[in-house]
């Protein structure tokens, strides 16, 4: 089938890879979002996405929205059979959804309905589910309803965090996008429609989401800071200014903290929740690098009776 594929982000890559590997597919063309201001510079950079395609040699569009006339207007010269979709950042109108004679297919990293959203694999991490997937469907103007081609599973780890958990997702999804475009073209792959029941949001997480409550349960906090690493990242405050929380684990050994205090060891540092205390692996301090959490409290010369959360 002749492709245009529709990307962004880094975890889109191994997908284009997939197809420009398969053998089976043309992918005639790349749609991205427009390239953004990053580094210090704030100097315009292209998505990963387009810069593998420059690589490879395949037209990259960038419409400002894809209801642009000129973006439609090439698409539709185009003429493309299918067009794979992961992680795009776009709304897609239904003049664009008609385009294409298969439609727009998209990889989804949750097992629909479960988490349909921006963030589903932050979610999943955040609500303690022990098994995620990823899925391909048929867009539809819905949010992530459209019928289902196929799923692949992925057991959660009990370290993961969304960036460890997201990688191998788009590994095993890219795989799956693949064979879903090679069952469409051949005719061997129907998309069965959603159940009604076991649907849940995954809204994005923003960084007012990401700060951590002393009160909760170890386990929550554990799986924010897992889920919210490494973007948006995890959060409290420590004498009035922010403390990014890298990488905790919990101590059920440990009850004698109340929420928030804060107990440095020589080795260790332990904060107190709502249940069991939780052990500050890595942090990372306001305008400093990402350390051990038993370096930072040696600097910082915690005295008794210090919290966090302040």
Not at 224 to 249: N, S, Y
Request: a negative charge; hydrophobic letters at 45%.
């Amino acid at each position: 089938m002749k492709l245009v594929f529709a990307g962004t982000p880094e975890v889109a890559v191994p997908a284009l890879d997939a197809l420009l590997a398969s053998g089976r597919h043309e992918v005639a063309a790349v749609v991205t979002r427009p390239d953004a201001p990053a580094g210090r510079g704030r100097r315009l950079v292209a998505s990963p996405v387009a810069e593998r395609a420059e690589e490879a040699g395949i037209e990259v569009l960038k419409p400002a929205k894809p209801r642009d006339p000129e973006f439609l207007a090439r698409l539709t010269e185009i003429a493309p059979d299918c067009c794979p979709v992961v992680a795009y950042g776009a709304l897609l109108p239904r003049v664009a959804l008609d385009i294409p004679a298969h439609g727009w297919v998209n990889l989804h990293f949750s097992l629909l309905p479960a988490w349909r959203g921006a963030a589903p694999v932050q979610h999943a991490l955040m609500a303690g589910d022990e098994i995620t997937g990823a899925s391909t469907f048929l867009i539809e103007e819905g949010l992530d309803s459209g019928p289902v081609y196929g799923t692949v599973t992925e057991e959660i780890r009990p370290t993961d965090t969304s960036g460890d958990l997201l990688t191998r997702l788009a590994f095993a999804g890219a795989g799956l996008l693949a064979a879903t475009m090679d069952g469409i073209e051949d005719g061997t792959l129907k998309a069965v429609p959603q159940p009604g029941e076991g649907i849940t949001l995954a809204p994005k997480i923003n960084v007012e989401d990401a700060e951590v409550d002393w009160a909760a349960p170890a386990l929550r906090v554990d799986r924010v800071v897992r889920g919210c690493t490494p973007a948006p990242g995890a959060w409290t405050t420590f004498r009035g200014e922010r403390l990014k929380l890298i990488q905790t684990a919990p101590v059920p050994d440990r009850t004698d903290l109340a929420p928030g205090h804060l107990a440095a060891g020589k080795n260790s540092v332990h904060v107190g929740t709502g249940s069991y205390a939780v052990e500050l692996l890595w942090v990372q301090a306001q305008g400093k690098k990402p350390m051990r959490a038993a370096d930072w409290a040696r600097g910082a010369r915690i005295g008794a009776g210090e919290t966090l959360g302040d």
